[in-house]
């Protein structure tokens, strides 16, 4: 399985930015497929997820501003980020599970103030 991770780039703080993930393989054959992020010097944290169901969880900190969503036609999930932050910088990963994890090669997104 292959995940292809897109979309990162430089915005201004309150920009948006729309990250895709292609996946090799239908998308509903996983448990579920999130989003991960990992700043400078900082531990990789769950940023969002969305279940198999459509069930989706996000961290607090993106809570109103970040939406993920699929598209099972193209085999592709997104996290739409709007109102970005300065502290949202990171290399964006997205990880998808069925019986072990698979990892997408990340996508720097920087946000400046």
């Known amino acids: 399985v292959q995940l292809q991770a897109s979309g990162g780039g430089e915005v201004q703080a309150g920009g948006s930015l729309r990250l895709s993930c292609a996946a090799s393989r239908n998308i509903r054959s996983f448990n579920n497929i999130s989003w991960y992020r990992q700043a400078p010097g900082q531990q990789r944290e769950l940023v969002a997820v969305?279940?198999?169901?459509?069930?989706?969880h996000y961290a607090d900190s993106v809570k109103g501003r970040f939406t993920i969503s699929r598209d099972s036609a193209v085999n592709t999930v997104y996290l739409q980020m709007n109102n970005l932050r300065p502290e949202d910088t990171a290399v964006y990963y997205c990880?998808?599970?069925?019986?072990?994890?698979?990892w997408g090669q990340g996508t720097l997104v920087t946000v400046s103030s």
């Open positions: 990880k998808a599970v069925s019986n072990i994890d698979y």
């Open positions: 969305i279940f198999r169901y459509g069930i989706t």
